[in-house]
């Protein structure tokens, strides 16, 4: 994004986990986890990772007891999770905020919470929020539609391929941190 582009913006929406938190989960054992899970109902998890995992889960039939068990660690992880330095620009923007994430919803406002950000976000919308998953265009939207502002005048701000994918699919803009 550039300077230009910076003054469009009227709305920034954040991705959580990555972004301005880091959730204090044990990724490898939520997938050992679903893969018991999974092979438990027939399915070979074996070359599949933590969201194809869960995607397979609701394939086979077992998709909310996977859904929470992910849901469950993210809770965890967002209790004990440790803030990133892109939350104070969050508490310093003078327009409307949002954040849209991959992690179950209670998981993003336990964090928020946590780390004293949810009074400064006007829009939350998490895994549950709405039937779709990022890189699905529906959650960032429905972010933006919370916020009232028009996609193209929106700021996504993410860590991932994923997140640049989501804003591409949505119309807004799109600005990486490391």
Same mark, same amino acid.
């Given at each position: 994004?550039? &300077? ?17 938190? &880091?959730?204090?989960v ?6 050992? !986890? ?13 070359? %599949? ?5 869960l995607?397979?889960? +609701? ?11 992910? =849901? ?5 992880? =967002? !209790?004990?999770? +440790? ?7 969050? %508490?310093?923007?003078?327009?409307? /905020?949002g ?8 998981? /993003? ?9 949810? +009074? ?9 929020? #709405? ?12 972010a933006? +539609?919370?916020?009232? /502002? ?5 700021? *996504? #701000? ?8 989501? =804003?591409? &699919? =949505?119309?807004?803009? *799109?600005? !990486?941190?490391e």
């Amino acid at each position: 994004m550039t &300077r230009d582009d910076a003054s469009e913006v009227e709305a920034v929406v954040y991705d959580l986990d990555g972004t301005l938190v &880091r959730l204090a989960v044990d990724w490898e054992d939520v997938e050992r !986890r679903l893969t018991e899970l999974l092979e438990r109902e027939g399915v070979n998890a074996d070359p %599949l990772s933590a969201w194809s995992l869960l995607d397979a889960a +609701e394939d086979a039939g077992v998709g909310d007891e996977a859904d929470e068990l992910v =849901a469950a660690a993210e809770r965890e992880g =967002a !209790r004990a999770s +440790e803030r990133l330095p892109l939350a104070d620009e969050l %508490l310093a923007r003078e327009i409307p /905020v949002g954040v849209c994430s991959l992690n179950h919803e209670r998981a /993003v406002r336990i964090a928020l919470d946590a780390h004293e950000l949810a +009074e400064s976000v006007e829009s939350v919308v998490g895994r549950g929020t #709405v039937p779709e998953r990022k890189p699905h265009p529906r959650a960032l939207l429905a972010a933006v +539609e919370q916020l009232g /502002v028009e996609p193209e005048r929106v700021l *996504f #701000v993410g860590d991932s391929a994923s997140d640049e994918e989501t =804003a591409e &699919r =949505a119309g807004t803009k *799109f600005e !990486r941190v490391e």
